[in-house]
């Protein structure tokens, strides 16, 4: 998928090109310092590595907590108090589930079987995302052009957010690093209710076309939007006031989209992650895609062990991006054998000590793309 290809080529059942959307893109797949990354995983047992008895626990624990909450929620809940209490563990509940379940298995990486990650990764589809569009949009596209401007959708978030370099700027954003935070909080509607049906309907995302689904595809497009919608629309309206039932949707919704926004916006959108234009890669000599990973990644917060349990190993973004057929529960042991690799090779290993300390250099970040002038690509 990335060695020399400078295209997208039919990941799986997952067809998309970058032609005629953006220039060639090349990366090296091999190389000694990819060789000696691919060697740290080779140390797991191979029958291990994209499962672990530990994320079934979790799965079950997350489960629970998540249905809990909804069905105290809904039907239990007596007062505004109890309600947003409800609501907020339930987004926090189903942020889990994205982080712990829906993540491995739409990577592979839940489960060594097929079917099973296919099952589980439907997961998203029931808290209100496309599990298809996923895999196009965040496994081919993000995880092989990360950080690419005008590629990866990840940082494409114009108007409401400048996150490049080479990306145009308005007035209002010398102001993001202030505004932005509500804004993390409403994507989840975005993505929900308008996101998906729109590249669905436009064939592409971020410029680079991709196949619509079809058969099973589209059927678990279709049932899991229904599924979302009974659970979270549906079912309150019934049982409860509109006021209500809108109020806890509301929270829930915000509590869950924001938490998995400044997750995912802490591994990459932060001042040591390097950011590179389309046009730049194109015209510079192909890297290696190894390398290019851990110029663009940053990893947070490794040492607490209740948010990594919690967030599914998506603090150790750079394995991930190395290792991401590799179930999550394994990256804290891949984190020491790639940090001894990346310091045989002199090449820096990114990585905040705490989740805080992540979040303000996102914040200055923000804050520096928000001032900084547009920088042409060499040769523009």
Request: proline share 4%.
């Amino acid at each position: 998928m990335c060695a020399g290809t400078g295209v997208l080529v039919r990941p799986g059942r997952y067809p998309v090109s970058t032609s005629g959307a953006a220039p060639t893109i090349r990366f090296r797949g091999s190389g000694d310092f990819s060789g000696d990354i691919r060697a740290c995983v080779a140390k797991l047992d191979g029958a291990d590595r994209r499962h672990h008895a530990t994320i079934y626990l979790k799965t079950a624990i997350i489960s629970i907590w998540a249905i809990a909450s909804w069905w105290l929620l809904v039907f239990w809940a007596s007062n505004l108090w109890t309600g947003a209490v409800l609501a907020v563990s339930l987004g926090f509940a189903i942020a889990g589930i994205g982080f712990n379940v829906t993540h491995d298995a739409n990577h592979g990486s839940f489960s060594p079987s097929r079917r099973v990650n296919r099952v589980m990764g439907y997961s998203l589809d029931v808290i209100g995302a496309s599990s298809y569009v996923w895999r196009v949009k965040h496994n081919v596209i993000h995880h092989t052009f990360t950080n690419v401007s005008g590629v990866d959708s990840d940082i494409g978030q114009l108007p409401f957010l400048r996150l490049a370099p080479d990306q145009r700027r308005w007035w209002f954003h010398r102001a993001q690093h202030i505004y932005v935070w509500p804004l993390y909080g409403l994507f989840a509607v975005k993505w929900q209710l308008v996101g998906d049906i729109t590249y669905l309907a436009m064939g592409k995302i971020e410029g680079t076309p991709f196949a619509r689904p079809r058969g099973r595809d589209l059927v678990g497009f279709v049932l899991g939007k229904a599924i979302f919608l009974a659970w979270a629309i549906v079912i309150p309206l019934v049982v409860r006031p509109f006021g209500a039932a809108l109020f806890g949707f509301v929270i829930a919704s915000f509590v869950m989209a924001f938490t998995v926004a400044i997750t995912f916006q802490l591994a990459h959108c932060v001042e040591d992650a390097a950011v590179m234009s389309s046009s730049e890669m194109a015209e510079s000599e192909p890297v290696e895609w190894a390398r290019h990973q851990l110029a663009v990644t940053a990893n947070f917060a490794t040492e607490n062990r209740v948010l990594s349990w919690y967030l599914g190993g998506l603090n150790h973004q750079i394995e991930h991006h190395l290792f991401s057929r590799v179930c999550h529960v394994h990256y804290p042991t891949l984190s020491v054998e790639v940090q001894k690799v990346c310091d045989r090779y002199e090449i820096t290993y990114h990585r905040h000590s705490t989740a805080w300390s992540a979040l303000r250099s996102h914040s200055r970040w923000l804050r520096e793309m928000g001032h900084r002038a547009v920088e042409q690509p060499a040769g523009a």
